[in-house]
């Protein structure tokens, strides 16, 4: 691993505003201009993909109630999550190696971001760009920061303190992540990263660059315990999310151990395969955490009827992912702002036929229980 | 979008009575003889079109029990709504440019249902016909005006005068469509209508003609609310249903709000999309109507065997919709008249293998079960 | 209807022996040897064939359980109803115009059934054989008449007066078919019966032959009432089944008319289409029934997997059809025994492998909820 | 069948690791290049193959909740089942015949088994290879030996002194074979086995070769009863376990004729089919057994997933068969090693991603009910 080989990985250039139709649209779009290796990577998941689907197929074990006769007009998608004030109820979810879809790397992404303006870009530790490279996009818009920690602390606070001086707002802390997920397509493709990461090569032995998801997520810490939320959070002074949240219980660990915030997530079905669809788990955990910290959702939102979905399911927010790489893929900066766009768009006109003015409104929805 | 641009437009013309196996292969035959834009418009519906689909999976979530030994011969179909006799209980849907299926438009079908008789045409505020042209082809049978509301309610009551002047009997409410659903399908055909709207086009900016949907829902009134159904109710001195409830909790609202029926709808998945199937909303809706005020119930009937269940769960009429207009697509009145004719001889002979004798035992008749 | 057409009708006339693999593939290869319309007519069912569809899935709801350490070898098939010892618990169920299958008609169907031995031929008053051309291959083994009954009481004295002396031991009084059901199929080929029915011609304004079966049912009676139950047994002192049963209350209702038996059926999916799986309405009838009166089971019987779950359901026996009817397509009288011995074979199997010795046992055994 | 035709039946020869990216795509490369008639045997199952179908389904009706902050690293797959200490919760399942997927016959397996170490094999009675061929490639781990029973006990004596004097520590009497099941695939390709069955040979009219399954069934003892469980045990001094398990009621049975272990299968679904997914009935049994002897659990097993899931549901280990014959069908006993290494490292990832550090975190995970 010493000698880097020059891997050609010709990611996509173009920066143009796109037509979203649909997200899923897009994902078949995007596979026609990103490298297969690499939108493998994006697109796929663990094992049978199991997981995956049933994130997808979990939006349909609960219908929305359209509420008619509701003095809606113009809905009002903002919110506020840990004292930022954000525009819509949805933000950037972590999501590695943009460098992937586009020759701009999170940069790219970060640009569009700041062009739509009013939400939180995460930053992953497996960004593919530096901080300051990022920070040439983002323009002072918040961020979180993700965290794979290593197995060594004194670079975990190297690199909190690195976060930290780049305006992080709160630290994601990724604890489903121990080991790779099984990815079956990279296996196949025999896949590895055409490029280095530059946050976390301090720990690896090598920059990233032609290693594989196995090889890095093994160098990282697998022991992940209270004891990190507290240290991140002890050290950093930053608000912790803890982030792959599945079960009521370790909601309640985790802000036992002093999270700020818990992140109901299974990483896009990426992670342990056979686990059940995101959204399936979320409603028993908000119960759980019955508003003591904000909840953030992720895996499977395509629509803003899922966005809807998720708020009425006791999520404060929620993130997206794979959707604006393919936008970053179609189309650069301008392509991640047109999903973003398209998100809003969508949501706006779902709670207005929905019948619901504000983001408090959606949270209080009552959904229809599709499978009794 | 003052110059109106000349869209060719090739609606069918020809007018024959046509052969009703099923009315899903009447989809299929209009398919190929309506152009394809005005095709998707009419069958499409929004986003993953997972609510269509869900109107139609909804019948297999109840079975018909066929009761024997039950005493019935030649089973009397008619029943009575708000003061009219009909001889079938279903009647027209309000649905939007019929100019789409055959150039003779609203009239075609309007002469179609005076030739089959004994029914009721619901008028659509976008039709592609006047008054006068439907009255061509209607011939004073009876008829009840769907309103799409103006933001000015003074263009309300111009339109409510002429409804009224024409004869409607009723007023519906259409409710849940204050912006337009998410048709994908319109988007990817850049779909304009080919025609005006010769009733709304007094409060549009444009006749209609080369508007998008899109476009014309945002000219319509967002705010719908029990105001409206009083403004209405007051204003006409009509009964005034209540078109596109979901929930128990909105048919009590517009029965409050002086409703004088309660339409079951979800616009055959073409709003909201995400919605539940609306044959699966319809029997707790009845539970709490109770009685008070009439049911009607549209979105997903193909079949007698579709009128019958939703009759046994509460509805006291239902509305056919897109069949219909196949049926004008595939014969003009003629073709509309054969569907008429195959929805009461369909039902008639669902009414016979199952037992019931009168409207009034169908509305007895237990379902099964089938999700048990 | 007075000068009938020769329509060239080519039924099958081969006989041999056939293998039995399953009677799935047995239906397929009929298909290649059959006359497209009369295969259609056999196969086919009502409508969207919902309920045809739901007969075959209604066995995966319940899963057999084998037992095991059970000290069974050899298993005994052998049971007894309404007087008559049988060595398997199924007999021929009452299928119409087997002459679309064979040349030999019913008479073929009636050797194979006597050349096997030991059950019972229900013998269908849509016949194309006579009594007395279907004695010839019956051979005095035990039979049952079928009737749909005459608008007029003295045709049905008559054709009952002519199935007793032709042997009937009981009557099997179809309820469920007062009209025809909704059969796409041969609404699509104009499907008409190629030869007579020399049975019910008596009443019909024709022999049967080039007429629809849609005809056929529309002349006989629609008011099939308890008092025609009452007025079987009584006339000819035979016992009575009532055949299509779908609800405990239809069977209470016929017990209390005097039937001697309740046969549970929904007709092979060809009358009502939407009824759910005749299997899935079994139990909770035989719940009712306890025992008062035995009870037969069809539609969807292809497997002795089949004969197990309906017997420990409860029914006393099964009535298989249409696989029998493959078999005589492309076997003749030979193809008939095939067909039942194979049904004999692989009950046995699955009683061993079940770990059942006897009827008893099985009709005790427990199933397995797949649903939960 | 005293002559013996020499059919011939060229199984594979190469020896060699492989990728195992997937089990189920194992099958799949099996199938290039196992003899169709061996393939369609190994991979094949009973009737419509429903309960084979069902033994993959039923693992999607409970999801494994991945557990987080959980202190785990380099999880610990050791256990220990009467009285071994084994490094994995699985051992080999006894299969028939393996010669039909590598001329190494059982040897081959065997011989991948002790490279991989610190797990069991299950020695069939109708290995293809005798007792000292397997030893070859055994030597000296342990074996257990499953029994088909002969209708003569003093054969059965016999061969229980020749299992025992090779050094089995457990026999496994299979008790829900007492006849084949319906292979349907067998009957179709006419399959018999290409070389015979040394250790039943003995009760056989002839080797074993050139026989059919169900002949060969046929030819042993049905009446498999609690006598037989007490005989082997006190017999040959050995702890006993009943294989073929799938109610709870047998499960007491068992026990209560002196069963050492409960072994739960449905065979892989090549039994009785129309039986439930076995994965379905494990949960029930395990709460009747109660710990009072270990289970065994296998028919579906193809991923570390289904491991965890098994022992969540109440297995003490599991057994895995198919997927190890093709290993040994694409690389010797060099593919059956890769088989058994990916098995391990797949579950011991999923140990990692679940937060499950040993065997007894595994058997307390709590799974979520996907059905409700």
């Given amino acids: 691993m010493a000698i880097e080989q020059t891997i050609k990985y010709d990611a996509p250039t173009v920066e143009q505003e796109i037509e979203v139709v649909s997200t899923y649209r897009l994902e078949e779009r995007a596979r026609e201009v990103v490298p297969a290796g690499g939108f493998d990577y994006m697109s796929g998941a663990s094992g049978d993909e199991f997981t995956l689907k049933q994130n997808n197929e979990a939006w349909s074990h609960k219908g929305i109630l359209p509420r008619v006769l509701a003095d809606v007009e113009n809905p009002d998608t903002s919110t506020s999550i840990l004292g930022h004030d954000i525009k819509v109820p949805f933000i950037m979810a972590p999501i590695a190696a ?12 970060a640009k569009g971001i700041a062009e739509f303006g009013g939400t939180i870009m995460s930053i992953s530790a497996y960004s593919g760009a530096t901080f300051e490279e990022i920070e040439d996009g983002l323009k002072g818009n918040p961020r979180w920061f993700q965290i794979y920690m290593s197995k060594d602390d004194e670079m975990n606070r190297n690199i909190l303190d690195e976060a930290k001086s ?86 309640s660990l985790a802000i036992g151990a002093g999270a ?58 929620v993130a997206v992912g794979r959707p604006v790489l393919y936008g970053l893929a179609l189309g650069g900066w301008k392509g991640v702002k047109s999903v973003l766009d398209y998100f809003e768009t969508d949501l706006k006109r779902v709670m207005q036929l929905a019948g619901t003015q504000t983001i408090e409104d959606v949270k209080n929805a009552r959904l229809f229980d599709m499978k009794k």
């Avoid at 004891?227 to 009521?248: A, E, N």
Wanted: glycine share 12%; net charge neutral.
């Fill in 166 to 251: 780049d305006g992080a707002t709160a630290i994601i802390l990724t604890a489903d992540s121990t080991l790779s997920g099984n990815r079956e397509k990279d296996m196949l493709n025999k896949f590895v990263y055409p490029f280095g990461m530059p946050i976390v090569s301090r720990y690896l032995t090598g920059s990233g660059k032609n290693m594989s998801l196995n090889n890095i997520y093994a160098q990282s810490k697998q022991k992940i315990t209270p004891r990190d939320v507290k240290f991140i959070s002890d050290y950093s002074g930053l608000p912790v999310f803890v982030k792959g949240i599945q079960t009521p219980e370790d909601a």
């Fill in 260 to 317: 700020a915030g818990i992140w109901v997530s299974n990483h896009g079905g990426r992670q342990l395969d056979g686990a059940p669809g995101s959204f399936d788990t979320l409603e028993s955990i908000s119960k759980v955490v019955a508003g003591r910290v904000p909840i953030v959702f992720d895996s499977g939102i395509r629509r803003g009827e899922h966005i809807f979905k998720a708020l009425a399911s006791g999520a404060d927010i």
């Fill in 98 to 109: 943009h460098g992937l879809a586009h020759e701009t790397k999170e940069a790219g992404t």
